[in-house]
């Protein structure tokens, strides 16, 4: 069978990409895969997770739990090297613009945020739940700036088109890594709390053996793969149960039970 893989979500910089799609091709040796696989560098989201050929891929917890359950299996999630992640937990990184003085959630009242996309767990439902205890009829910002990606919400506060945004902390660390220049003058205002990290994925119609031999090759992996890993940041992967990623639920719906359903 011809399969497709990709791994879309922290491509932060042409360095990054080609050393996630390295790691993914070691992946696919040690699990054994030896049928066809087109790598898609750049995927149409959400479809590409709903592709009954898709081998493996890494989705937002936030759409699988809102729309992917039932269509893809969890293989594994990546435990990262950086602040605001403990062990394969995650959060995002509030941030403002160092000069504005913004110094807690409350100050940032009928601002502008900026925001990745309405389907995100780290820069809209992270957010949403943290400023859900001082919304007030359902309204907390001035605005909200949809951007399109983590990078752009960046760009937006730096230069003064948002004032504050929620950033997914791997994201954020590969900025900080790859592109420092990129969040100078950007000041870290808290971390949001803590979920389930992005998960290795594949269709729940590949043949269980396949599943289990990619699963076996991220849980244990070899000497390359682990310099892939090392070069990515990433520590291990561990394998998280479907009620692991409730948590993500429960953050929507602590906002929803405040009165705040929506980002606003």
């Known amino acids: 069978m011809n399969w497709t893989v990709s791994l879309p979500m922290y491509n932060v910089s042409p ?5 996630y799609e390295r790691m993914l091709a070691c992946v696919l040796a040690d699990a054994g895969v030896r049928d066809e696989v087109q790598l898609l560098s750049e995927p149409e989201l959400p479809a590409v ?3 009954a050929d898709l081998l493996l891929s ?3 917890g936030y759409p699988y739990v809102n729309a ?10 990546p435990c990262f090297d950086f602040p605001g992640c403990e062990g394969s937990d995650y959060s995002s990184v509030i941030v403002t613009r160092a000069l504005d003085g913004v110094a807690s959630l409350a100050e940032a009242r009928g601002l502008t945020a900026a925001a990745n996309d309405l389907h995100s767990n780290s820069g809209m439902n992270a957010l949403r739940h943290a400023v859900a205890p001082l919304a007030r009829e359902g309204r907390f910002f001035g605005k909200v700036k949809w951007t399109g990606s983590h990078a752009a919400s960046v760009r937006a506060v730096r230069e003064g088109e948002a004032d504050i945004a929620a950033i997914d902390c791997v ?3 590969y900025l900080q890594q790859e592109w420092p220049e990129r969040v100078e003058g950007i000041s870290i205002l808290q971390y949001s709390a803590s979920a389930p990290g992005l998960p290795l994925v594949t269709a729940r119609g590949v043949p269980e053996e396949v599943q289990a031999c990619l699963r076996q090759a991220l849980l244990e992996p070899g000497p390359q793969l682990r310099a892939h890993m090392r070069a990515l940041r990433i520590k291990a992967f561990q394998h998280r149960e479907d009620a692991d990623y409730r948590r993500i639920e429960r953050l929507e719906a602590d906002a929803v039970r405040t009165g705040y359903p929506a980002l606003a």
Request: net charge positive; proline share 0%.
């Open 49 to 51: 997770w709903r592709r």
């Open 15 to 19: 360095r990054l990409q080609r050393e």
């Open 58 to 60: 890494q989705t937002c």
């Open 68 to 77: 992917l359950r039932g269509l893809v299996t969890l293989l594994a999630t």
């Open 171 to 173: 994201t954020f660390g």
